[in-house]
Each structure stands twice: as C-alpha cells, then as structure tokens.
C-alpha cells in the first residue's frame, strides 16, 4: 500500500484540514441541523410515535388471543421435531444468484440499492495490448488477480474526512491481491504511491488519451485527467504494464467508503507501538494537539480507522514503508473479521451496501451479483495463507522517491504467473496425475506444496549434471537455468539414454543425499534415488516438460494443439521478500513500523 491519503503525487507532506477524532458515526458526515429538514424528522418521528401507539392499543385490543399459546406435544409436534435442521454450510455456500433471490423475496430494494450504489470505469480506457488471461487448470481452477485502489478524493464529503480541499484523485494505497486457483491461498502486494515506474497513454475524461511516461510517480497514473473519481483504468493499465499480469477485475474506495466499511464490520483490531496525537495526523499543525490514537491494542472505526491507515508521521521514520506495513496489518485485522463474522449475506450484504456508496469498480464487477457472487467466491482463503508483501523497493540517492528492484520484483511477477506461493508452494489447485508404481524403490523427493529451497552459498559447490529424458528438445536447458538460479552448478549434459521419463529423476552419489533433497525440491514430483555417478545428476521428465511450456518438440514428437502452456517453476525468491511477508492472522502489535525515530 502506498502512500498517506492526503498527500499529492510529488509532495511528502500532508494536506492542512480539519481533524475529526470523535461522534457517534465514525466520521462519517451526519445531516446539519435545524431548519426545515430538522422539522420534517421531527414531523416524521411525532407520527411514527402516533402509529407506534395505535399498533399497542391494537395489540392491547387483541391481547387474549394472542395470550393463549396452543398446546404442546402431540401431532404437530411430533412433526416439527422431525424437521430437519438448518445446513449451515450451505447457507454459507450459497451462490449470489441465491443469495438475491433471498433478498428479492425479503425485499428487493436492497438489491435495486447495491445496483444503484455501484459505479464502473470505462471498458474502453482499458488499455487493448494486455497481458493474456490465465488459463484454468484440468480441473477448473483458475487464478484471480484484483488491483485494490485507496483513493484520496476529496469530492463529495471526503473532505471533511481527510482534511482539505485539493481537488483530483490521488491513488495514496494500492494493493495487487492475487487469489490462487486453489482459493485457499492470497497475497496482495502493496506498491508504493512514489515508486517510479513507466506509465503508459491513458484515456482522460474529454476522450483524449495522455503521452506515455517512461518514469514517472506510481500515483500519476490515478491522478491522470485531474478528475475526483481518479483514473483507475490508467493506474490497472500501468500495473499490468508493470507485472506483465492481467488484471481482472479493480476496485477503488474512498475516504467515505472506507469510513462505511469500519463501521459496518463493527470496527477492527488494530495495535500502535506509541501514541498517537493531531500533530502527528496533520504535521502543519504548530502544537501536539489531543490525543487521536492510543497506544496498544483497540478497536477503531470510521475516522479513527481512517487516520490510523494514513498515519506517517510521528512513527518509526516516517517514511511510506513503514505506512504500508500499518496499512498490511489493518487489511489483515479486517479479513480476520470477516472471516470469523461469516462470508454470508448477513455480513457481506450491510458491507456490500456502505462499501459500494463510494466505490468505483471495473465492468466485470458492475452488478450486485457479480460482486456477491465475488466476495463468496474468497470464502475459503485460510487467514494464515492470506500474506501481504511489499513489493522489492530500495530508496533513490537523488530524491526521496523509491525505485523498484527489478530483478527481485521480476521473479515475484514470475512466482504469481506460475500460480506459486511465495514460499514455492504449488497453490494450482490441481492434482498430479498418478504416473504408476516405479519398478524400483524410491524415495519420493519434496512434495509440491513443500517449499523451495532459498538460494543459499552452499549451493555453489553443488554439482548437477542435467540429462533431457523426453522428447522435448531444450528441457535440460531450461532445467539447469532453474538450477543456476537457485545458484547451484549446474551444467548440460545432453539426451539421456532413454527418452521416456515420466517422472524427473535425481540421482546421487555417495554422501549427497542432502544436497540431492534440496536439488529435487526444485522439481516438485521428481523421485530420488541412490545413482551410479560421484555427483549429482538430474534426468528430466515429463512432468517438468508439462510444467514449463512443453519445450520444442524434436522429430518425431507429438503434442496436443491449442493446449495452453504451464508457467514455468520460477527461482526462488530472495528472503529479503519472503522474510517481510504478514500473515492475516500474525500479531496485529507486531512489524507496524519501518526505521528509527518517533
């Protein structure tokens, strides 16, 4: 997540405004009162009083027949008691075409008010030249990858909660949530709001489409036509410029939204190293001001909500980094609370309706059914393999901006393509087909949901001969490249004596079971055995072939036309990754900083 709501795309500071920290709605704006508005509620209320009288005496009225309740047991309570009890999974696994005729039958205004409350972007500022879609597995499953935009408008009454009167939109928090196919698994990927990045020509408001930036601020690209809904195809457009990884469906909430949301979950959990006063929220102001925050453990809502995510100063350096971490710890505090209240129409419906109020969405997701049916569709990610990273960033010498570590965020966008956790974890959702009793004893080698080995120096006195066993050309190349990048020494060694490999095998000498384990976890599926060579040797099978794209087949080979090609198993990441990773469920009082000071 990047950046402080408040903040302009090329400014450190945050924008002057009032400061909001206490009444009953959170910060969400109530009516003004007095005049004729107060007058009519009044009005309203002295005769909803009149009938909520009226409806006593009637019930006093009828009060005896009511008094007298029928009598237990017999034959119709023979028959209740063999009714058959609610199925609670199934009302948690109802599909949103269910779940609206529910609420039809209930009554439909609800539904008529989410279709009202939904905004989508244009389909035609998406950009034409995208990255292609992911393909569904053998089994059906397939990936999702949703951009969650934080914006920090000030149209409508956002002002009030964010403080000043800056007009436009600037995109001060986004996340890249990638849903595996297995939709038990997630992480979401905050991108820093002042990282540099290339953004490309983006359609504005007046139909126009902008130049292209070869380096500009991350942000720019929200801010692109200078409107208060922002520009979220522009900002989807530059991710998936980015990531080389298509988009498929974005969100963006403002500073309203966001308020609703708290509240409408009944606040969240969220933990603060030191306490937090005004002076902290708006640096402008010239004294410490009243205390907004405490320290510890609490629950926040509305504006308290709001300025805990947007919060810098006054904490740790005070710096983006240590903000999206704060922001990561929030966003796992408030699945966890979803989660335990139920992904089902009693909790998603009352979210659905504060959250839609102020929320931009793609066309994908422009219906309330299609949004239901999306927030069920997450019912089943486990919290602790809901992770959140930030994206490989260092600081720039010659401002204070951020630039992207391009070769470790190039083997994170590789990691998702492939469907892969973050920890190497196969999260396809598809099971390996069985490849039949090997004639010989082996030790199966790392499953493929164990995780890969981290590239660590020992690997370098790793030897590994690599032999092709398939009939597709180019896989022993492809395989010691896997190897080199986890930087053991790998080299080619040709065809192997037979090109019939189902199954990739590593072999080993004396005294290299360990470093052979390590080498097979690279190559989920493979068997290990005892070999007759002093080294290493990796004999590859059908199984990697069919999970790096099938290579160039040589003569003679045959293959299935149209048949999409599997990612490839990518390296593994650099602990300087996976080692800032959160978990949903991890302590919500821990890693909410970044640096010294405060």
């Not at 019930?59 to 027949?65: K, Y």
């Not at 659905?352 to 929320?359: G, H, L, N, Q």
């Not at 570590?405 to 956790?421: P, Q, Y």
């Not at 986890?486 to 072999?507: I, R």
Request: glycine residues 14%; contains cysteine; positive net charge.
């Amino acid at each position: 997540m990047s950046g402080q709501w408040g903040e302009g795309p090329a400014r450190g500071d945050d924008a002057p405004g009032a400061l909001t920290t206490e009444g009953g709605d959170g910060g969400v704006p109530q009516p003004r009162t007095g005049g004729r508005a107060q007058a009519r509620r009044a009005a309203q209320g002295k005769g909803a009083q009149d009938k909520g009288a009226q409806d006593k005496g009637a019930q006093g009225r009828g009060g005896r027949a009511g008094a007298e309740a029928p009598a237990a047991g017999g034959r119709a309570a023979a028959r209740n008691s063999r009714k058959p009890k609610k199925n609670v999974k199934k009302i948690v696994a109802w599909s949103a075409a269910g779940v609206l005729v529910l609420v039809a039958g209930a009554g439909g205004a609800i539904y008529l008010k989410l279709n009202a409350n939904i905004k989508t972007f244009d389909a035609d500022a998406i950009a034409g030249d995208r990255p292609p879609e992911a393909q569904a597995n053998a089994d059906g499953n397939k990936p999702v990858n949703v951009l969650l935009i934080g914006s920090d408008s000030r149209g409508k009454d956002n002002s009030d909660l964010g403080g000043g009167e800056e007009g436009g939109a600037r995109s001060d928090t986004t996340i890249l949530l990638h849903v595996y196919a297995d939709h038990k698994h997630a992480v979401g990927i905050s991108i820093p709001r002042n990282a540099m990045v290339a953004i490309p020509s983006c359609k504005l408001p007046n139909g126009s489409w902008s130049k292209p930036a070869t380096s500009d601020l991350f942000n720019a690209a929200f801010s692109k036509g200078a409107s208060d809904d922002g520009n979220p195809a522009c900002t989807q457009n530059t991710v998936e410029k980015l990531t080389g990884i298509r988009v498929d469906h974005t969100i963006v909430v403002d500073f309203q939204g966001f308020a609703a949301m708290t509240k409408a979950v009944n606040g969240v959990d969220i933990c603060l190293p030191q306490p937090i006063y005004e002076g902290d929220i708006n640096p402008n102001l010239p004294k410490k001001g009243k205390l907004v925050l405490s320290q510890g453990k609490q629950k926040v809502e509305g504006q308290q909500a709001l300025d805990y995510v947007r919060l810098r100063h006054g904490i740790g350096d005070g710096s983006d980094i240590g903000r999206m971490k704060r922001q990561q710890a929030f966003l796992g505090s408030l699945a966890s609370n979803i989660k335990g209240q139920g992904l089902n129409p009693t909790t998603l419906l009352p979210l659905a309706d504060a959250a839609t109020k102020s929320m931009i969405v793609d066309p994908g997701l422009g219906s309330a059914d299609k949004l239901l049916s999306f927030g069920l569709s997450l019912k089943n990610i486990d919290m602790h393999e809901l992770k959140f990273i930030t994206l490989p960033w260092r600081f720039r010498t010659q401002d204070k901006n951020i630039d992207i570590v391009k070769a470790d965020a190039d083997k994170l966008w590789e990691t998702l393509k492939a469907d892969r956790t973050i920890d190497g974890q196969n999260a396809t959702g598809e099971q390996p087909a069985a490849t039949g009793t090997p004639a010989e004893p082996t030790t199966p080698a790392a499953s493929s949901s164990a995780p890969v080995p981290a590239a660590d120096a020992g690997n370098a006195a790793v030897k590994v001969s690599v032999y092709n066993g398939t009939t597709a050309a180019g896989m022993d190349g492809k395989a010691s490249e896997l190897l080199k990048g986890a930087k053991f020494a790998a080299s080619k060694a040709g065809p192997a004596a037979s090109t019939k490999y189902a199954t990739t095998m590593v072999e080993y000498g004396s005294g290299q079971k360990a470093n052979a384990d390590k080498v097979a976890a690279l190559f989920p599926g493979a068997t290990v055995e005892v070999g007759k060579s002093a080294g290493i040797t990796v004999i590859v099978g059908k199984d990697f072939v069919a999970a790096n794209g099938g290579g160039a087949a040589a003569p003679g080979a045959t293959g299935t036309a149209g048949t999409p090609a599997a990612p490839a198993v990518p390296a593994p990441l650099p602990t300087s990754v996976t080692n800032d990773a959160r978990s949903a469920d991890d302590d919500i009082c821990a890693n909410t900083s970044y640096g010294s000071g405060g």
